[in-house]
């Protein structure tokens, strides 16, 4: 098999081999059978067409019909960012400019998700922007005094059994330690500056059709008056890719960052505006072509 046809499938399959290999001989043999069934992939289902794109809280319309709860400070950048977009512009979405999603858009799921279970370690593995693995630990470790801040946060986790019959039917999550820029969804609902994100889960199979996952997920924010809490529902796909989509933006990227503007490329392959009025980039240090 050619290596551009290895996917996240065999990552997956190597995760498991090695985590696996990794137990003492003495060590008990794991039962899985005590872990929901997450096997496959995940898709969320959207509803179209979006100004913006698929919105955060999927019952509810886009953009402004969101209902964020934003401070009025951050109310006021979300506006502006809306301002932005409709001149032309990308507003906050960090994904315009080639850059990860980071959390909480990653579980938005565009493209399809894999879950891989281990029993000190779940590895959820969104098909975004960039190769996302989040790393879930569920061995009840502590939090380290000091994170390195990153787009997908640290994650600690634990399985619960709810119903008492002996298995596993939920995975809570905690993710902290981020850095930016994030937003929450393609219209730029904003999240702080500063960064001090906190992100809690609860992902469980649907208790009437197991062919359906919901992720219960809760954003504490600074940007926001109150913790916002929303239910991601994904569909497990009858048919798995056997490939997964290769989304690398980075080819035939049209929005170019200079400065704390955002122009685009034009199909002709020159620097054109994005918005009516928009002032050319500062060319100091391009020799200036005599007319």
Same mark, same amino acid.
């Given at each position: 098999m050619p290596l551009r046809m290895l996917d996240h499938t065999f990552v997956a399959a190597v995760a498991l081999t090695a985590g696996l290999l990794a137990l003492p001989a003495t060590a008990d043999v794991i039962d899985f059978a005590k872990y929901p069934d997450l096997k496959g992939q995940w898709l969320r289902p959207t509803r179209g067409p979006f100004v913006h794109g698929p919105p955060w809280d999927t019952s509810k319309p886009e953009g402004r019909g969101q209902q964020a709860p934003l401070t009025n400070e951050y109310q006021a950048i979300y506006e502006a960012n809306l301002a932005d977009q409709a001149e032309g512009g990308p507003g906050n979405w960090p994904g315009s400019t080639c850059r990860g999603h980071g959390m909480p858009a990653v579980m938005a799921v565009f493209q399809p998700m894999e879950i891989v279970i281990l029993p000190d370690i779940t590895y959820i593995m969104p098909n975004d922007v960039h190769v996302h693995v989040r790393r879930v630990f569920t061995d009840e470790r502590e939090w380290p005094k000091t994170i390195q801040p990153s787009f997908l946060g640290l994650s600690h986790g634990r399985w619960i059994d709810e119903d008492g019959d002996g298995r596993y039917d939920t995975?809570? $999550?905690? %993710? #902290?330690?981020? /850095?930016?820029?994030?937003? $929450?969804? $393609?219209?730029? !609902?904003?999240?702080?500056?500063? =960064?001090?994100?906190?992100? /809690?889960? #609860? !992902?469980?199979? =649907? /208790? %009437?059709?197991?062919?359906?996952?919901?992720?219960? $997920? %809760?954003?504490? =924010?600074?940007?926001l008056t109150r913790p916002w809490t929303v239910t991601q529902i994904y569909r497990r796909l009858p048919n798995p890719q056997p490939v997964w989509v290769e989304t690398e933006c980075a080819e035939g990227q049209a929005f170019v960052q200079i400065g704390k503007e955002n122009y685009m490329l034009s199909a002709d392959g020159y620097l054109m505006p994005t918005k009516r009025g928009q002032v050319p980039p500062d060319l100091r240090y391009f020799k200036q072509m005599e007319k």
């Open positions: 995975l809570e $999550i905690e %993710t #902290r330690g981020f /850095k930016g820029p994030r937003a $929450i969804d $393609i219209s730029g !609902i904003p999240l702080h500056q500063d =960064d001090q994100t906190v992100i /809690k889960e #609860r !992902i469980s199979l =649907d /208790k %009437t059709d197991h062919n359906l996952l919901r992720d219960e $997920i %809760t954003v504490i =924010d600074n940007a």
